[in-house]
T-cell receptor, first 111, second 111 residues
Framework: RKEVEQDPGPFNVPEGATVAFNCTYS??????FFWYRQDCRKEPKLLMS???SGNEDGRFTAQLNRASQYISLLIRDSKLSDSATYLC????????????FGAGTRLFVKA | DVKVTQSSRYLVKRTGEKVFLECVQD?????MFWYRQDPGLGLRLIYF???????EKGDIPEGYSVSREKKERFSLILESASTNQTSMYLC??????????FGPGTRLLVL
């Protein structure tokens, strides 16, 4: 079983739609959680950190469920510019802090 | 602004050559990482380092080595390049447990 798993998609949604991604992780000692966005042929960039209480940044909401070991990302009112690959990342302590990324979920938002 | 730079954007090497990929960060981050990214497989951790001269194996260290002689610089070495090491190589740095900042990546083609 992979340490961090995501549905690869692609998700094809119309503008204005709400779309949700989930990401599961296997290490119960995981300590930090993140969503990154990666545009085509570019490096990943942080979209948002994920906190136990859940957090929101404009149209984006991230949630963490430690009991079920998953994190989620909700995008409301999708824009064409949201088209990208969304990577979840999980960090845990192995002496140093190791971060494992999911393989990413591709999102296409269409007019 | 955090800046992570990688020595080359594109590199073409022949099978058996020794290849050096260099990464430099300017934010005094303790942690540095090397990933490779391949279609359908996402980001896979090769090696990481949480301090000068410290290194830990990631998930796919075979065929690679690393060097961290100075805090700002983390080098990835392919001792004898093989065609299956053709990939996009991404370097990242972070403070412990925090957001990773990525370099622009090096596309390596091994012929």
């Amino acid at each position: 079983r992979k340490e961090v798993e995501q549905d690869p998609g692609p998700f094809n949604v119309p503008e204005g739609a709400t779309v949700a991604f989930n990401c599961t992780y296997s290490n119960s000692a995981s300590q930090s959680f993140f969503w990154y966005r990666q545009d085509c042929r570019k490096e990943p960039k942080l979209l948002m950190s994920v906190y136990s209480s859940g957090n929101e940044d404009g149209r984006f909401t991230a949630q963490l469920n430690r009991a079920s070991q998953y994190i989620s990302l909700l995008i409301r009112d999708s824009k064409l510019s949201d088209s990208a690959t969304y990577l979840c990342a999980v960090t845990f302590n192995t002496g140093g802090f190791k971060t494992i990324f999911g393989a990413g979920t591709r999102l296409f938002v269409k007019a | 602004d955090v800046k992570v730079t990688q020595s080359s954007r594109y590199l073409v090497k022949r099978t058996g050559e020794k290849v050096f990929l260099e990464c430099v960060q300017d934010m005094d981050h303790e942690n540095m990482f090397w990933y490779r990214q391949d279609p359908g497989l996402g980001l896979r951790l090769i090696y990481f380092s949480y301090d000068v001269k410290m290194k830990e194996k990631g998930d796919i260290p075979e065929g690679y080595s690393v060097s961290r002689e100075k805090k700002e610089r983390f080098s990835l070495i392919l001792e004898s390049a093989s065609t299956n090491q053709t990939s996009m190589y991404l370097c990242a740095s972070s403070r412990t447990g925090e957001t990773q900042y990525f370099g622009p990546g090096t596309r390596l083609l091994v012929l």
